[in-house]
């Protein structure tokens, strides 16, 4: 157990459709990243905040945006869901050394 | 455009003996690389790292080491142990600015070792 937990652990949607995708990071940690793996990309960094802040940006789609609240759990909202969104999508909390990522356990994004 | 290269999907070896799982990177600002480790069901776990300025790092039965030249680090596990059996992942950042933070990781490779 990392100490991330993620919610729901599965989800199955409708193209055209609305979710979000809940995390909490370890305690004490500020920073919190997002991850997509997909079967044919791998896992791939999306984005990254900081206290609240955005830190870094990878190959996020507009149609996908995030955000980090005063308690430091994060959210992943993604919109106008097409087929090829279906994938895992993990979040990650650190503190201190930031590339010893606690990852969590995932959430599986089925898009219908 | 795969920055980060695993071109072992797979790897079968029998307990007790050396794995070693490789990973190629053609991104030369790459200075920081790491393995992670994943079973089935959980996220992927921190497993070691190592520096650019390093060319060896150890940690109990795991060692990492980097080619800078060649662009290509491998890892090593001995002896090798069934529980070892996951899939390993090969990440890669840049140190500063905007890719603080930002791994770019490798398809994976999947370890299987058998009794």
């Known amino acids: 157990d990392s100490g991330v937990t993620q919610t729901p652990k599965h989800l199955i949607t409708a193209t055209g459709q609305r979710v979000t995708l809940r995390c909490s990071p370890r305690s004490g940690d500020l920073s919190v990243y997002w991850y997509q793996q997909s079967l044919d990309q791998g896992l791939q960094f999306l984005i990254q905040y900081y206290n609240g802040e955005e830190r870094a940006k990878g190959n996020i789609l507009e149609r996908f945006s995030a955000q980090q609240f005063p308690d430091l759990h994060s959210e992943l909202n993604l919109s106008s869901l097409e087929l090829g969104d279906s994938a895992l999508y993990f979040c990650?909390?650190?503190?201190?050394?930031?590339?010893?990522?606690?990852f969590g356990p995932g959430t599986r994004l089925t898009v219908l | 455009d795969q920055q980060v290269k695993q071109n072992s999907p797979s790897l079968s070896v029998q307990e007790g003996r050396i794995s070693i799982l490789n990973c190629d990177y053609t991104n030369s600002m790459f200075d920081y690389f790491l393995w992670y480790k994943k079973y089935p069901a959980e996220g992927p776990t921190f497993l070691i790292s190592?520096?650019?300025?390093?060319d060896k790092n150890e940690d109990g039965r795991f060692t990492v080491f980097l080619n800078k030249s060649a662009k290509h680090l491998s890892l090593q596990i001995v002896p090798s142990q069934p529980g070892d059996s996951a899939v390993y992942f090969c990440a890669a950042s840049g140190a500063g600015g905007t890719s603080y933070g930002k791994l770019t990781f490798g398809q994976g490779t999947i370890l299987t070792v058998h009794p």
């Open positions: 990650a909390s650190s503190t201190g050394q930031w590339y010893e990522q606690f």
């Open positions: 190592i520096s650019s300025i390093k």
